[in-house]
């Protein structure tokens, strides 16, 4: 499953198979598709990610959010809409602050490429059984 954040990108985990000299891995792994507007990355380089066609991606779910910080939904939505408005602007002023996703990773830009660079752990947590394979690929 997938989830859409919108003016920003998709989240998503995927399933991929790779064939070990000796054994299949079939390990669990994060993915990022960017989906900004395009005035925004004038003058940036960011890696084409498409999203297998059969994970479902649903919205971002203000309603669960607000749960866990005790704030209504409709002030949930709009930090989250005022930033990354903020964060386009900046990378628009060619200013390139990283974001930071507490426990996921972090969407910086380095050398003029825009790229997510998600935890270890994150990986980590997604595929307990071949950590290593999953962590190489992503």
């Known amino acids: 499953q997938g989830v859409l954040v919108p003016g920003l990108g998709t989240f998503a985990v995927v399933h991929e198979q790779i064939n070990g000299t000796e054994e299949v891995y079939v390990v669990r792994r994060p993915m990022f598709q960017l989906d900004m507007d395009m005035s925004c990355l004038r003058e940036l380089v960011f890696p084409t990610v498409?999203?297998?066609?059969?994970?479902?991606?649903?919205?971002?779910?203000?309603?669960?959010?607000?749960?866990?910080?005790?704030?209504?939904?409709?002030?949930?939505?709009?930090?989250?809409?005022?930033?990354?408005?903020?964060?386009?602007?900046?990378?628009?002023?060619?200013?390139?602050?990283?974001?930071?996703?507490?426990?996921?990773?972090?969407?910086?830009?380095?050398?003029?490429?825009?790229?997510?660079?998600?935890?270890?752990?994150?990986i980590a947590g997604l595929e307990s059984r071949d950590t290593w394979v999953a962590l190489l690929l992503t």
């Open 50 to 122: 498409m999203m297998p066609g059969d994970i479902e991606i649903m919205p971002l779910d203000y309603w669960w959010l607000s749960q866990t910080n005790s704030l209504p939904p409709d002030v949930v939505r709009g930090c989250v809409e005022e930033t990354i408005l903020l964060y386009s602007f900046q990378l628009r002023d060619r200013q390139h602050p990283a974001f930071a996703f507490e426990n996921v990773g972090i969407l910086s830009c380095q050398d003029n490429v825009l790229c997510m660079q998600f935890h270890c752990s994150c």
